[in-house]
Nanobody, 125 residues
Framework: QVQLVESGGGLVQAGGSLRLSCAAS????????MGWFRQAPGKEREFVIG????????DYSDSVKGRFTISRDNAKNTVSLQMNSLKPEDTAVYYC??????????????????WGQGTQVTVSS
């Protein structure tokens, strides 16, 4: 069992940056691939970015490529999302998720077994 808690959301102007963190409980964090998803009002939850269990593979949605990066620290049980050059369309609730498919970075919601409660990111124009 893994519990995930996101932090770092907030209000930022367009062009600004935010860093989200996800803290995981449990000793098996290094066995999970991790992903960040987001959900804007009235829209479906979508994949943003992900990293495999050992940090050797990453995947990015086209909408964030070149602006967002993901990193993880297995010793600290954390995964971070650095968001630069933010746009109003990045406004959403951001969710951290963990997948037992350790070496695969999946874009599919159903691949993820554990979810955080989400953190709001609002980008003003």
């Amino acid at each position: 069992q893994v519990q995930l808690v996101e932090s770092g959301g907030g209000l930022v102007q367009a062009g600004g940056s935010l860093r989200l963190s996800c803290a995981a409980s449990g000793r098996t964090f290094s066995y999970y691939a991790m992903g960040w998803f987001r959900q804007a009002p009235g829209k479906e939850r979508e994949f943003v970015i992900g990293i495999n269990a050992v940090g050797t593979s990453r995947d990015y949605s086209d909408s964030v490529k070149g602006r967002f990066t993901i990193s993880r620290d297995n010793a600290k049980n954390t995964v971070s999302l650095q968001m630069n050059s933010l746009k109003p369309e990045d406004t959403a609730v951001y969710y951290c998720a963990g997948s037992t498919q350790a070496m695969v970075v999946s874009r599919l919601l159903r691949s993820y077994n554990y979810w955080g409660q989400g953190t709001q990111v609002t980008v003003s124009s």
